[in-house]
């Protein structure tokens, strides 16, 4: 299948004629072909964006919010087949596109939608001086969005849907490794009415179609997920055009357990938050430190569980661990579990490639367990983002907290413990953008999302992505 363009409302081949191949990578196959779009197609869609601009930011919010839930109505009615559309372009288990990935694309239209109507702007009498100053908060006009591959549409939706539903147009580009819902998106916001030219999803490789976007001048902000050295790159292109930039990064994330927590409760969460999506989810814990006391007993437990998840195509329910998404990224995942000794690890489980019967030439990886001693390691200091987890143990919460932050990453953290005043104490002190305490990956669209250190710029969520998105300008009057 040969995916298109979506420019001014219409499904369009690029300019150039260049396609790059789309893989199926439970079975390591190409199954269609994507526009690998140049800077005129970027030009086309810009175009487009900056003349559905003023009718769509004087657009009333009722009606915008409208359009936006209308969007979110056609995701969750086309959920099947977006959830399977997802699985078969990423490799996850459908289970999972199905429970989380699609209804969560849904949600993030629904969210903004609403959000929306409830989002206002400030006033300040200033007393004594006669004068009342009040906030304009206006949306910016023409915005990129970028994503990566591990949640497609979750990841570029959570992007769209606050650009949008404020009242920017939008010029996006999904990643091309997974670039296929984006693409369905596109049709539905077709058949939602979504005026034309509102978004346009240009779809390319980063150096060429993702470099377009960035370096336009007509667009104002760059709302980018992606790898920590993309987004370097990024802000080295943006910055100087004074743009506004959201970058959201790479994680090196610890998962810190406590003796005194509810060791059933974090056990099964801790195989969650390692292997969840083939450890290809920048939230996963990819660093389990636990506490001297239960070390011993943690190891033997969680490898017990780790052994019974399903290895498998990824369209069977009863999957656990799919395929990881490229050929390349799993070569890249490989070398460290080969090299794993050489950094001072040691293989407990897993590390090894699977080949699942009727999919031979699929990229599928046992889930891995690597002991390690020592945090400066680059098993604990470089980003794997695949089924891979490094175990240590801890003796102290001195130590444990020190050993959270080393590390050039800020994303996240999830404590368990029950004691209140050692939550407290790591709540204030992990140097990351999110801490979990006694659970993971609870979201709630409210809250400002992102992270600290290399792990990006700015939040998304909420009114924070609401305020992204728009200018702030205050009007002073005097009477
Ligand atoms: P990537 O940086 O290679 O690519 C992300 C997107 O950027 C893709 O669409 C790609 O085409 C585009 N791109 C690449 N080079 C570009 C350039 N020069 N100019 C403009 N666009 C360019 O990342 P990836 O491999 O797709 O995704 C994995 C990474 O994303 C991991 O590091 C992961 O931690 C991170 N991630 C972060 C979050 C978060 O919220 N912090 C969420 C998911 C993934």
Same mark, same amino acid.
């Given at each position: 299948?040969?995916?298109?363009?979506? !420019?001014?409302?219409?499904?369009?081949?690029?300019?150039?004629?260049?396609?790059?191949?789309?893989?199926?990578?439970?079975?390591?196959?190409?199954?269609?072909?994507?526009?690998?779009?140049?800077? *005129?197609?970027? *030009?086309?869609?810009?175009?487009?964006?900056?003349?559905?601009?003023?009718?769509?930011?004087?657009?009333?919010?009722?009606?915008?919010?409208?359009?936006?839930?209308?969007?979110?109505?056609?995701?969750?009615?086309?959920?099947?087949?977006?959830a399977?559309?997802e699985s078969?372009?990423n490799?996850k288990p459908i289970s999972l596109a199905k429970t989380v990935d699609i209804?969560?694309?849904?949600?993030?239209?629904?969210?903004?939608?609403?959000?929306?109507?409830?989002?206002?702007?400030?006033? =300040?009498?200033?007393?004594?001086?006669?004068?009342?100053?009040?906030?304009?908060?206006?949306?910016?006009?023409?915005?990129?969005?970028?994503?990566?591959?591990?949640l497609?549409?979750?990841?570029?939706?959570?992007?769209?849907?606050?650009?949008?539903?404020?009242?920017?147009?939008?010029?996006?580009?999904?990643? *091309?490794?997974?670039?296929?819902?984006?693409?369905?998106?596109? *049709?539905?916001?077709?058949?939602?009415?979504?005026?034309?030219?509102?978004?346009?999803?240009? =779809?390319?490789?980063?150096?060429?179609?993702?470099?377009?976007?960035?370096? =336009?001048?007509?667009?104002?902000?760059?709302?980018?997920?992606?790898?920590?050295?993309?987004?370097?790159?990024?802000?080295?292109?943006?910055?100087?055009?004074?743009?506004?930039?959201?970058?959201?990064?790479?994680?090196?994330?610890?998962?810190?357990?406590?003796?005194?927590?509810?060791?059933?409760?974090?056990?099964?969460?801790?195989?969650r938050?390692?292997?969840a999506n083939q450890?290809?989810i920048?939230?996963?814990?990819?660093?389990?430190?636990?506490?001297?006391?239960?070390?011993?007993?943690?190891?033997?437990?969680?490898?017990?569980?780790?052994?019974?998840?399903?290895?498998? $195509?990824p369209?069977?329910?009863?999957t656990n661990i799919g395929?990881?998404?490229?050929?390349?990224?799993?070569?890249?995942?490989?070398?460290? !579990?080969?090299?794993?000794?050489?950094?001072?690890?040691?293989?407990?489980?897993?590390?090894?490639?699977? =080949?699942?019967?009727?999919?031979? $030439?699929?990229?599928?990886?046992?889930?891995?367990? !690597?002991?390690?001693?020592?945090?400066?390691?680059?098993?604990?200091?470089?980003?794997?983002?695949?089924?891979?987890?490094?175990?240590?143990?801890?003796?102290?919460?001195?130590?444990?907290?020190?050993?959270?932050?080393?590390?050039?990453?800020?994303?996240?953290?999830? %404590?368990?413990?029950?004691? %209140?005043?050692?939550?407290?104490?790591?709540?204030?002190?992990?140097?990351?953008?999110?801490?979990?305490?006694?659970?993971?990956?609870?979201?709630?669209?409210?809250?400002?999302?992102?992270?600290?250190?290399?792990?990006?710029?700015?939040?998304?969520?909420?009114?924070?992505?609401?305020?992204?998105?728009?200018?702030?300008?205050?009007?002073?009057?005097?009477?």
């Open positions: 299948m040969k995916i298109k363009n979506y !420019i001014n409302g219409k499904f369009e081949d690029p300019i150039h004629g260049a396609y790059i191949n789309n893989y199926i990578p439970s079975k390591g196959e190409i199954y269609g072909q994507i526009p690998n779009s140049s800077k *005129e197609d970027v *030009e086309k869609a810009v175009q487009a964006a900056e003349k559905a601009f003023p009718i769509w930011s004087n657009t009333t919010l009722e009606e915008r919010s409208k359009i936006v839930l209308k969007i979110a109505d056609l995701i969750l009615e086309k959920l099947d087949f977006l399977a559309a078969k372009d490799g209804p969560r694309a849904a949600s993030n239209f629904r969210f903004f939608a609403n959000a929306i109507t409830q989002f206002a702007s400030e006033s =300040h009498e200033s007393v004594g001086l006669n004068a009342v100053n009040f906030t304009l908060r206006q949306p910016l006009g023409v915005v990129g969005c970028i994503s990566p591959w591990n497609p549409l979750y990841l570029f939706t959570w992007k769209i849907a606050p650009a949008i539903a404020v009242g920017n147009c939008v010029v996006a580009k999904p990643s *091309e490794i997974t670039p296929m819902t984006a693409f369905l998106l596109s *049709e539905i916001c077709d058949e939602a009415g979504l005026p034309k030219g509102v978004l346009n999803i240009v =779809h390319g490789l980063g150096i060429s179609t993702g470099q377009a976007i960035v370096a =336009h001048p007509k667009i104002k902000a760059i709302s980018f997920t992606g790898g920590t050295k993309t987004g370097a790159h990024i802000a080295r292109i943006a910055a100087p055009m004074f743009k506004k930039l959201s970058l959201e990064l790479g994680g090196k994330n610890p998962n810190i357990i406590f003796a005194d927590c509810d060791y059933e409760n974090m056990l099964a969460t801790t195989v938050s390692s292997f450890g290809q920048c939230l996963c814990g990819s660093r389990i430190l636990v506490e001297e006391k239960i070390y011993e007993q943690f190891k033997k437990d969680f490898t017990k569980k780790v052994a019974n998840l399903k290895v498998g $195509n369209s069977d329910s009863t395929a990881l998404v490229s050929k390349q990224h799993l070569e890249k995942v490989k070398s460290y !579990i080969d090299n794993a000794e050489e950094y001072g690890g040691k293989i407990l489980f897993g590390g090894k490639e699977v =080949h699942v019967k009727n999919y031979e $030439n699929g990229y599928y990886l046992q889930p891995t367990i !690597i002991e390690v001693s020592d945090n400066n390691c680059k098993l604990n200091q470089e980003e794997i983002f695949g089924p891979v987890v490094t175990i240590m143990s801890f003796k102290t919460d001195e130590e444990a907290l020190q050993l959270a932050n080393d590390v050039k990453y800020g994303l996240s953290a999830t %404590l368990w413990t029950n004691n %209140l005043n050692r939550t407290m104490q790591f709540s204030k002190q992990l140097q990351t953008g999110i801490v979990w305490v006694n659970t993971w990956m609870l979201r709630d669209l409210r809250t400002p999302f992102g992270g600290a250190k290399e792990s990006g710029v700015g939040r998304e969520g909420g009114f924070e992505a609401l305020r992204f998105f728009t200018e702030p300008k205050n009007i002073c009057i005097e009477y």
